[in-house]
């Protein structure tokens, strides 16, 4: 048997699987080498310091525009019209004729009861000489008075019939649109239109449900569109003593100059909660949410051996509220110290950062 070929294949498998196992390993430590050569990972965010502002909680409440001087005509009897003489959307002065309905018939009652009035005139004056030479008893004389008091009263119901088939503008105002036309027949209480008076002034009618806020004349409160859009401050005219009782709320009433509001647009009140308090203002997304709540990412200094400068630090906070598109907020923050908001998502407790527009090194 021979040994010696044997022996010298081992050793040959042996240096051979030597040099690969040294190879492999020189290849690994490389590898290694190069990757602890990278910079950790971290995020780029931008950042802002933290400010403080006054803030003044307000609540929301839903109002509703008036005009001082509104009303709607409508018909006091049913009648022909045969006169509009003010178009839709028309100023018309105090006195001037809106509507005038047929009343050609109740005239001619009119003329026939004032004439037989003149006729009981003339008896009457005729009676008191006849009586006064003792020609005419106290009988006829007692007829012809109380005939000419009922034609006094016919004549002055006339009147008020005749009133009634004219309506005249209670005071300076524009006209709203209506539907009717000359010739048309309306009933007693149809509307015709709206009388808008001319004055810019406009109520505001809300209720502040009971506990939300206390109001007294004189306050202000501030009056937003639907859409958001601030129309102004209005200044409290009149607080009701009571409350309804269904609502439990209080009526109130402001004035604000702004005549573009219309009659029963529906507006948003902001009344003020409480006294103002100092508060931080934070750019929205840098407020983060968890199942914990709130938070926000302070942006302190990293380790000399970091890569970058910072590293995130989760600090809670509560949100107050929002004012002018920001958030308010309390909790563990403090003046001038920086915060992460665009890009914040990315972010995690003790995860290091980079500032946009920052320089890497350190």
């Not at 050793?11 to 040294?22: D, E, I, K, P, Y």
């Amino acid at each position: 048997m021979r040994v010696l070929p044997w022996a010298v294949t081992v050793g040959v498998c042996f240096v051979v699987t030597g040099l690969l196992t040294g190879i492999k390993y020189l290849q690994y430590a490389n590898a290694m080498a190069m990757v602890e050569s990278f910079p950790p990972p971290y995020s780029v965010v931008s950042a802002e310091n933290v400010a403080t502002t006054e803030w003044t909680p307000v609540r929301r409440l839903t109002g509703t525009v008036r005009a001082p001087q509104f009303v709607q005509i409508a018909a006091e009897a049913t009648g022909r019209v045969i006169e509009l003489p003010a178009a839709a959307g028309h100023i018309v002065n105090t006195g001037d004729i809106v509507l005038k309905l047929f009343d050609e018939d109740l005239k001619a009652q009119r003329d026939a009861l004032v004439a037989d009035l003149n006729l009981v005139k003339v008896q009457l004056e005729r009676v008191q000489k006849l009586k006064q030479q003792s020609l005419a008893s106290q009988d006829q004389l007692d007829t012809l008075l109380a005939r000419g008091e009922s034609l006094r009263a016919q004549i002055a119901s006339t009147d008020a019939q005749l009133s009634r088939l004219t309506l005249r503008a209670p005071f300076t105002g524009r006209l709203g649109i209506y539907t009717q036309s000359v010739g048309d027949l309306i009933r007693t209480g149809d509307i015709l239109t709206t009388l808008t008076g001319v004055s810019s002034a406009r109520w505001i009618d809300f209720k502040i449900p009971q506990g939300v806020a206390r109001v007294s004349p004189g306050d202000t409160v501030r009056i937003m569109s639907l859409n958001d859009e601030l129309l102004g401050e209005a200044t409290i005219i009149a607080v009701s003593d009571a409350l309804t009782s269904g609502l439990r709320a209080y009526d109130v009433r402001a004035e604000i100059e702004d005549a573009s509001l219309r009659h029963g647009e529906l507006v948003l009140v902001e009344v003020r909660t409480r006294d103002a308090r100092i508060t931080f203002s934070l750019p929205g997304p840098a407020v983060r949410w968890d199942i914990e709540g709130p938070h926000v990412f302070v942006l302190r200094d990293a380790e000399p051996n970091a890569h970058v400068r910072h590293r995130a630090e989760l600090r809670r906070i509560s949100v107050l509220g929002d004012q002018d598109g920001r958030v308010i907020a309390l909790g563990d923050i403090k003046e001038g110290e920086t915060i992460a908001f665009n890009g914040a998502f990315k972010l995690s407790d003790d995860s290091l950062v980079k500032i946009a527009g920052e320089d890497r090194g350190r």
